[in-house]
């Protein structure tokens, strides 16, 4: 059933080659080729019926670093009638426009209210990326992140085991608190940033933590200080990443020869 | 075999009456379980080096979530191990002679070809890009029909003609209905279902496995009572007679799982591959519509089902109709490790519900 199902889309896929037309130039601009010149061409997929050519429409356009793509993109990624990855893909394009950082903010601090949580994730990983400190958006940020305003922000310890949380998604979490660490200006985020290295999720600690120590010299606070403050930090987490001797040996050895070997032909 | 020897040396030669044992069912699926297990044991490292030899090896396939180069070049088709254990453990303690048998060792030859084919085309191709799907479905829904005509013709049926297209639910004493030849519609989709739910989960480090040898437990139990008539008629199923040797090919998956887990437990010294998934899921599958207990898999296999679900949720319908995802990632498994639970967490919790699962499951045979 799954597969018949597979062959009906697969099928209309194939009737229509508008998609594979934008794959194509997809892939082509990732093999190098510029596009500035095909920008009507890239346009003109933007108003496409089918939201997966729309959605690599939206991926070329960020990769193509053209920032005449801004509003448009900033458009995609506020108009709730759009798929959920088609503003989850121009939320993420729009970190290849960091020089148009003023008209697109408002709009990422606006897709922070998106319903699908990838498109808030995203939306914040991108403000993490292209803003600097700034107090009107750090006071924003932390209304998205707290139910409480931050004029009681030193009240929250009291409160925190209630779940105090307005982003409940610990991904958008984490990447808010990044973007705070973009953004601070004041000891609010400080407090909040400290609150955060006791969140249940560790992504979100470790966000925290490096949030801190990006923000610390805008704020004024010293690596001695903060490593007073972060003395009680919880360092265990569920996971880990394997590692297998023999291959840490290898890659070790591997490093310090530009010879390639037979093992390596093998296993790529 | 051994059975048919045994049995003939209790028969006719007195003083070797204590020979008897070996035709007790629980007696010889305990054998089959031992046997299988030590075959495992015995025959993983050859086959391991035989296939690292081969250079066999699983291909690196990156999900976004984990550190997958860390296992690339793991040797894959492991599920040769525990063909080959299940298959020598039965023909040593099954009885040859029975009609669910051959049905049985039907579907290890005809998923275990399949599966091998799938892992060779990988290995050959050297991608991920196996046996082609609409292959795959066609013989999986071309085991299924020779499964309903073993099962449902009059003439060939292990079973009462009648009694094999009702329709039983778990916990429920009477079936809801006489499906007729439509019943063989519910055999294709469980052979299906049953043997892709357990490829989807084949995707961490013990995963599959246990889950499969839990269920296989869970189908010994029921195969023996359904095929005692005693124990079937006291917890009220239907008398299948014969179908108690189901439980000796159960104790023979029961025992090369748990072998296979020898080598298979974190951090994998060999992968199950397509050939120990489907074809675990096929013999499951057609152990499920042998007894009757289809719908026993949906508990039973809950971890499966959920795995399969959310495939089919994420990857046929919420994104190329909703174009958004409802998972973090799929299969379910990978939600959890987007999550940031490591893979050690995430499979022990898995094997942990499965156990659960089993229980529920078993709570059928009495709550009717």
């Given amino acids: 059933m799954n597969a018949l ?35 009507s061409t890239i346009r003109r997929y933007f108003d496409h019926p089918r939201w997966e050519v729309r959605n690599t429409a939206v991926k070329v356009a960020g990769d193509s670093g053209s920032a005449a793509f801004a509003p448009a993109l900033c458009r995609f990624m506020t108009d709730r009638k759009q ?25 990422l601090m606006n897709a922070l209210g998106d319903s699908y949580w990838e498109v808030r994730a995203q939306a914040a990983l991108t403000i993490a990326e292209i803003a600097e400190p700034d107090a009107a958006l750090e006071g924003e940020l932390i209304r998205r992140l707290f139910r409480t305003s931050p004029s009681i922000i030193h009240h929250l310890p009291y409160f925190f085991p209630l779940r105090v949380y307005r982003e409940r998604d610990f991904e958008v979490r984490a990447a808010l608190t990044r973007a705070l660490g973009a953004v601070a200006t004041s000891s609010a985020t400080l407090h909040v940033l400290e609150l955060l290295t006791g969140d249940s999720y560790w992504q979100v600690r470790e ?13 004024g606070v ?13 360092l265990t987490c569920p996971d880990f990443r394997p590692k297998f001797p023999i291959r840490e040996t290898w890659n070790r050895l591997k490093g310090t020869s530009a010879i390639t070997t037979d093992a390596d032909n093998r296993t790529h | ?124 191709r050297n991608s991920k890009e ?30 009462d003609p009648n009694f094999a297209t009702e329709l ?55 195969a023996y009572v359904i095929g005692n008539i005693l124990l079937s008629s006291h917890f009220l199923f239907r008398y299948l007679p014969g179908s108690g040797e189901i439980a000796v090919f159960c104790g023979s998956i029961f025992g090369a799982g748990i072998g296979f887990l020898w080598f298979n437990a974190y951090p994998a010294l060999i992968f199950m591959g397509d050939i120990g998934s489907l074809s675990l899921g096929g013999m499951l599958g057609t152990i499920a519509v042998l007894i009757k207990q289809e719908f ?47 893979e050690t967490k995430v499979v022990i919790r898995f094997w942990i519900v499965s156990a659960i699962f089993a229980l529920i499951s078993l709570a059928a045979l009495k709550i009717r």
């Fill in chain 1, 5 to 39: 199902l597979r062959r009906i889309l697969s099928r209309n896929a194939a009737h229509n080659r508008d998609l594979y037309d934008i794959e194509k130039l997809h892939r082509d601009l990732k093999k190098g080729l510029s596009i500035h010149d095909l920008e």
């Fill in chain 1, 83 to 107: 798929k959920g990855f088609v503003r989850r893909n121009a939320a993420t394009a729009l970190r290849s426009f960091r020089g148009s950082r003023a008209e697109i903010l408002p709009e």
């Fill in chain 1, 207 to 219: 966000a925290a933590i490096e949030s801190l120590f990006r923000s610390a010299p805008v704020l």
């Fill in chain 1, 222 to 234: 010293s690596t001695m200080d903060l490593l007073q403050i972060l003395q009680d930090l919880d």
């Fill in chain 2, 1 to 124: 075999m051994l059975y048919t020897l045994f049995d003939y040396l209790y028969s006719h030669i007195h003083s070797l009456s204590f020979m008897r044992l070996f035709t007790y069912i629980t007696f010889r699926a305990i054998l089959a379980a031992i046997t299988a297990f030590l075959l495992s044991l015995l025959f993983g490292p050859p086959i391991i080096r035989m296939l690292k030899k081969r250079r066999i090896k699983d291909i690196a396939w990156n999900y976004g979530v984990v550190d997958v180069q860390a296992k690339d070049g793991t040797p894959t088709m492991g599920g040769l191990l525990i063909l080959f254990s299940i298959g020598v453990a039965s023909l040593l303690w099954c009885d040859l002679s029975n009609r669910f048998v051959h049905i049985l060792f039907g579907a290890f030859v005809w998923f275990g070809g399949m599966g091998a084919l799938d892992d060779y085309l990988k290995s050959h």
């Fill in chain 2, 130 to 159: 196996g046996l082609k799907e609409h292959y795959k479905y066609a013989l999986q829904l071309g085991f299924g029909v020779i499964l309903s005509i073993l099962y449902l013709h009059p003439s060939l049926t292990p079973v």
């Fill in chain 2, 168 to 222: 039983h639910l778990p916990f429920l004493k009477t079936p809801i209905a006489n499906l007729g030849m439509y019943y063989s519609l519910l055999i294709l989709f469980t052979i299906t279902a049953i043997s892709n739910s357990v490829n989807l989960a084949d995707g961490l480090d013990g995963l599959a496995i246990v889950p499969s040898f839990l269920i296989a437990g869970v189908y010994a139990i029921f």
């Fill in chain 2, 296 to 342: 026993l898999f949906i508990i039973a296999g809950g971890i499966f089902v959920a795995e399969a679900a959310s495939v089919l949720i994420q990857k046929y319908i919420y994104i190329p109709f909703v174009g958004r995802r409802l998972f973090y990632r799929t299969p379910l498994h990978h939600t959890f490790q987007h999550r940031g639970y490591a």
